[in-house]
């Protein structure tokens, strides 16, 4: 029974992430973004300060050849800049069309947050998100000790 609980979370989570990648990229067509563009515009409005590209590699968990990438597209759609400074320790930060844009993506957002949860009481989706969390950490926790040779 175990077995087959981690074969289904598994399953389920993978599906999820291509419905939500499939669905970033059918709603910022218009915008001429991919589901990569989007998640780092997001981060970037997270962080008003800005980031470097080391910071949201780490946030995204995209590797930093893809960040550097999605960035620079970014800076040549207007929707992003850059702060001066070295390579690696150069901010990046949302222009006043990058603001305005993750303001209409958080919109889009929100109506498929509420459409995909409108059916669940609120104290489930309380429950849901703190279980949520922990499986992730443990996965991460997990994830530490294999790459360090650890047996679980």
């Known amino acids: 029974m175990e077995k087959s609980r981690f074969i289904v979370f598994t399953g389920l989570i993978t599906g999820i ?4 990648q499939a669905m970033k990229m059918l709603k910022m067509e218009r ?9 780092c515009l997001c981060r970037l409005a997270e962080h008003p300060e800005g980031l470097t590209q080391g910071e949201l590699s780490d946030l995204e968990m995209m590797d930093k050849a893809q960040v550097s990438r999605v960035l620079r597209e970014l800076e040549e759609k207007g929707y992003a800049c850059r702060e001066n400074g070295g390579a690696y320790k150069r901010r990046y930060l949302l222009t006043p ?3 305005e844009t993750t303001r209409e993506m958080d919109e889009i957002l929100l109506a498929l947050n509420h459409f995909v949860s409108r059916d669940i009481p609120e104290t489930d989706l309380e429950v849901f998100y703190r279980t949520l969390t922990m499986i992730a950490e443990q996965i991460k926790q997990l994830e530490t000790m294999i790459e360090t040779g650890k047996d679980p």
């Open 31 to 39: 915008y001429g973004l991919s589901a990569a563009h989007t998640n």
């Open 17 to 20: 992430m291509k419905s939500i």
């Open 97 to 99: 069309l990058g603001v």
